[in-house]
């Protein structure tokens, strides 16, 4: 096995190991934000007297020793003794070799010899170790007796006597503690020391990890729900479009042969009236193909291309019904800019005419209108035929329904489509949309 081959080895060995580490993270984590905070406290003071009890059971509280020399010992809480500074009474211990004495006109001298204490090997000599020897001075009055000199030399000597005896005890003290500052000192533990303040470490991790992991997932699940709720809306309006382009697929071939049928018929009773009826065709077709493209691009456009796709669709009908049916479209040009969705509108006029006024043996009027009403756009299709639902060519109501369904979707509870029954008879259809103009219109 090559270099190459086994540092692959390696490297899919760490993969491996850090995607199952990352795996129990999040279980660890999902599971601390599913339980509840009293839980949390709860299982948390469980976990520290169980650790608390391990503390104290085998093989956690077998103990092992630790040598430490004295330069890595930690600080001790018995300080060692100072070297003590000689005074004026006293020194360190020694071993007296005698004392002097000297009377002259001062008083009395009395001055002891001390030989410095032997140290031990590993400590060198130093000028401390070798204190000046203590000593006591008298001073006599003029004149006195020899009595009286008697009293002062043996007060004198108790003093001296009593100041070096505290000298060799500070010096002895003094000795031991540097001893005993050089010996190694034994220190002992317990396997379970580390415990605790791993357990402390652990709670303090997991309440880390379940208030910033909440927020983590409560923003995933957001996300995801907006992009559920985006993604079900676009399936929606995609459904919606597909089936009216399939009812305009089903509308237009049959209405555009019929209206060849009649340019034809007309080529040779009417030329005039084959040739309006030819033009009114291709204005409806220039204004109806772009319609499809922009719907699905878009979703609105202006109500002025959509009336521009109206009225040559009227004159072609009213070629064919002649007498029978008068129309009348009444939209100020304020008006013309306002968004509307494409094909509503020329399907309430189809249905208008197919359902209303073609049954109608004397035909009847169409009338489109648009207003606004307390800031929305009202758009009405009205007819003086049949009524809705009275003639026998009455759909199945999927047209409107599909209506309803895209103004949902675009508008939510904004929009709606309302079917009223006019008191002169007939039937009127009013689109009612938040009225929002549109940004470039065409004309």
């Known amino acids: 096995m090559n270099e190459e081959a086994i540092k692959q080895t390696g490297n899919g060995r760490w993969s491996r190991i850090y995607s199952a580490g990352l795996k129990v993270f999040h279980a660890y984590a999902g599971w601390l934000v599913s339980i509840s905070w009293k839980r949390f406290f709860v299982l948390s003071l469980l976990l520290i007297i169980a650790t608390g009890i391990l503390h104290d059971i085998p093989p956690l509280s077998w103990t092992y020793s630790e040598i430490v020399a004295d330069a890595e010992a930690p600080k001790r809480t018995r300080k060692s003794a100072p070297v003590p500074q000689p005074k004026p009474s006293a020194s360190k211990k020694g071993t007296g070799e005698g004392v002097d004495i000297s009377i002259d006109e001062r008083g009395v001298h009395i001055s002891t010899r001390v030989t410095p204490p032997a140290l031990p090997a590993s400590q060198p000599a130093t000028p401390d170790t070798a204190p000046n020897a203590p000593g006591v001075t008298i001073s006599l009055p003029p004149g006195a007796d020899s009595q009286t000199v008697k009293e002062a ?38 396997f379970g020391e580390p415990l605790m303040p791993l357990t402390m470490w652990f709670i303090l991790l997991s309440f880390i990890i379940k208030v910033s992991y909440k927020g983590k997932i409560q923003a995933e699940a957001k996300a995801a729900q907006a992009t559920e709720v985006a993604e079900s809306e676009s399936l929606k309006r995609q459904v919606v479009e597909a089936r009216m382009a399939a009812m305009q697929a089903q509308v237009e071939p049959h209405f555009l042969f019929n209206t060849l049928a009649s340019i034809e018929h007309l080529i040779e009773t009417d030329p005039a009236r084959a040739s309006m009826m030819q033009k009114n065709l291709i204005a409806l077709l220039r204004a109806s193909m772009p319609t499809m493209r922009e719907a699905n691009a878009q979703g609105t456009r202006d109500l002025g291309r959509e009336l521009a796709m ?8 009213k070629v064919r019904m002649e007498e029978r049916l008068q129309t009348e479209i009444r939209v100020s040009d304020g008006l013309l800019s306002a968004e509307f969705p494409p094909m509503m509108l020329q399907s309430l006029v189809e249905n208008a005419i197919k359902h209303g006024l073609e049954p109608k043996a004397v035909g009847g009027k169409l009338t489109v209108s648009a207003e606004v009403v307390h800031g929305k756009l009202a758009v009405t299709v009205a007819d003086t035929g049949l009524g809705f639902g009275k003639a026998d060519t009455a759909g199945t109501g999927i047209g409107l329904s599909n209506i309803r369904e895209r103004l949902a979707l675009l508008y939510g509870g904004k929009a709606s489509l309302n079917i009223t029954e006019p008191e002169g008879g007939g039937t009127a259809v009013t689109i009612t949309l938040p009225y929002v103009a549109h940004a470039s219109m065409e004309p």
Request: hydrophobic share 45%.
């Open 310 to 317: 109206i009225r040559p669709y009227l004159e072609i009908l």
């Open 153 to 190: 030399v043996d007060e004198a000597r108790r003093e001296l006597l009593a100041a070096l005896e505290e000298a060799r005890q500070e010096a002895a003290d003094a000795v031991e503690a540097a001893v005993d500052e050089r010996r190694p000192h034994v220190i002992r533990h317990k």
